[in-house]
């Protein structure tokens, strides 16, 4: 599967900002989706997931209650909504794909096969 994200940018800390993320090639709907971050210096980090049916969700301490995923299986689409940023937030935002159809979610990068470029995320101070 490709993907593409985009929605990156500059934003002030406590606004909001949201990401999409736009697959082809395969069966969008049958496969978990999730976003990671990787911020300048820093391992790569999971931030939330959503499972194929889009019924489950599963996010990082760090970003509970303030993030939001979701899906749109008619579009192929998932998208990242971003609400009370703040500067740690900044990073490169990954979207995605599970290598496995159907299965429960994992926040596990090891279990995702397919990746998007990123999308760079800035929060000013």
Do not use: H
């Not at 934003?11 to 949201?18: D, K, M, P």
């Not at 911020?39 to 990082?60: D, H, L």
Request: charged fraction near 20%; include cysteine; glycine fraction near 12%.
């Amino acid at each position: 599967v490709q993907l593409q994200a985009s929605g990156g940018g500059l934003v002030q800390a406590g606004g909001s900002l949201r990401l999409s993320c736009v697959a082809s090639g395969r069966t969008f709907s049958t496969y978990n989706m999730g976003w990671f971050r990787q911020a300048p210096g820093k391992e790569r980090e999971f931030v939330a997931t959503i499972s194929w049916s889009g019924g489950t969700a599963r996010y990082a301490d760090s970003v509970k209650g303030r993030f939001t995923i979701a899906r749109d299986n008619a579009k192929n689409t998932v998208y990242l909504q971003m609400n009370s940023v703040k500067p740690e937030d900044t990073a490169v935002y990954y979207c995605a794909a599970d290598r496995t159809p159907y299965r429960s979610t994992s926040y596990d990068p090891a279990d995702f096969g397919s990746w998007g470029q990123g999308t760079l995320v800035t929060v000013s101070s």
